[in-house]
C-alpha cells in the first residue's frame, strides 16, 4: 500500500496569511493526488484534483504542485472560511490511501 | 444538481452484520464510479471501496471478505453490505462519487453512523 504523510499535523495562522501543506507519498504517484477540505461535522469537499487542477467552485487562492512523491497545497491570503482540516488522497494504485490530515486553526 | 443521502447505519454487535444504502440523484450510478468512505470518530479519511460503471470491484485489505459492494441500477441506489462487524469498523461511512474516472472523490454524501459495540 502507499503511505501518505502530511506535515505538519496542525497549523496556528493568522487571516490574510499563506500557508503551505506538505504530503509525501511512500513511492512515486506521479501527479494522482487530491487534496480535500473537510470543515467540523461536514462531509469532506475536493479542492485540488491531478495534483494542481483546481476543482470547478474552489476558490483561485488555493492552489497545488508537485509530481512523483512529494506535493504541496498553498492557501494564498487565508481566509475566516478556510479554517478546516485538508487531506491528501494518492489515486495512483488500490487501495486509495489518504494522509493523516493537517488542521488549519486560527491563531 | 448531484445528490447522495446514505441510510442504514446504526448500532450492532460484534460480528453482526449491517446494509448502507446510497441514494443517488442527478447522475446515474451505473454510468459512474461509486466509493464508501470511512471515518472513525476523530479520526482521518479511509476509503473502503469502489465500483466501477463495468461492475469491478475493489476493496480495503481491512474489510476484503467481510464487505461487499453493491448497486441497484432501477433504484439508482449504491450498497455496502457489511458482515462480521468489528469494534474497529465503528466509523462514518461516506458514499461518494468519482464523475470522470476511479481517481477522485468529486461528490460526497453527509454519511451514516455505524457503531459496533456489545
Known amino acids: 500500500d502507499i503511505q501518505m504523510t502530511q506535515s505538519p499535523s496542525s497549523v496556528s495562522a493568522s487571516v490574510g496569511d499563506r500557508v503551505t501543506i506538505a504530503c509525501r507519498a511512500s513511492?512515486?504517484?506521479?501527479?494522482?493526488l487530491a487534496w480535500y477540505q473537510q470543515k467540523s461535522g461536514k462531509a469532506p469537499k475536493l479542492l485540488i484534483y491531478?495534483?494542481?487542477r483546481l476543482e470547478g467552485g474552489a476558490p483561485s487562492r488555493f492552489s497545488g504542485s508537485g509530481s512523483g512523491t512529494d506535493f504541496t497545497l498553498t492557501i494564498t491570503s487565508l481566509q475566516p472560511e478556510d479554517f478546516a482540516t485538508y487531506y491528501c488522497?494518492?489515486?495512483?494504485?488500490?487501495?486509495?490511501?489518504f494522509g493523516q490530515g493537517t488542521k488549519v486553526e486560527i491563531k | 444538481e448531484v445528490q447522495l443521502v446514505e441510510s442504514g447505519g446504526g448500532l450492532i454487535q460484534p460480528g453482526g452484520s449491517l446494509r448502507l444504502s446510497c441514494a443517488a440523484s442527478?447522475?446515474?450510478?451505473?454510468?459512474?464510479?461509486m466509493s464508501w468512505v470511512r471515518q472513525a470518530p476523530g479520526k482521518g479519511l479511509e476509503w473502503v471501496s469502489i465500483?466501477?460503471?463495468?461492475?469491478?470491484?475493489y476493496y480495503a485489505n481491512s474489510v476484503k471478505a467481510r464487505f461487499t459492494i453493491s448497486r441497484d441500477n432501477s433504484k439508482n441506489t449504491l450498497h455496502l453490505q457489511m458482515n462480521s462487524l468489528r469494534a474497529e469498523d465503528t466509523a462514518l461511512y461516506y458514499c461518494?462519487?468519482?464523475?470522470?474516472?476511479?481517481?477522485?472523490?468529486?461528490?460526497w454524501g453527509q454519511g451514516t453512523l455505524v457503531t459496533v459495540s456489545s
Open positions: 461518494a462519487t468519482s464523475q470522470e474516472g476511479p481517481y477522485f472523490f468529486d461528490y
Open positions: 442527478g447522475f446515474s450510478v451505473s454510468s459512474s464510479y
Open positions: 465500483m466501477y460503471s463495468d461492475g469491478s470491484t
Open positions: 513511492q512515486d504517484i506521479d501527479n494522482w
Open positions: 491531478a495534483a494542481s
Open positions: 488522497q494518492q489515486a495512483s494504485s488500490f487501495p486509495r490511501t
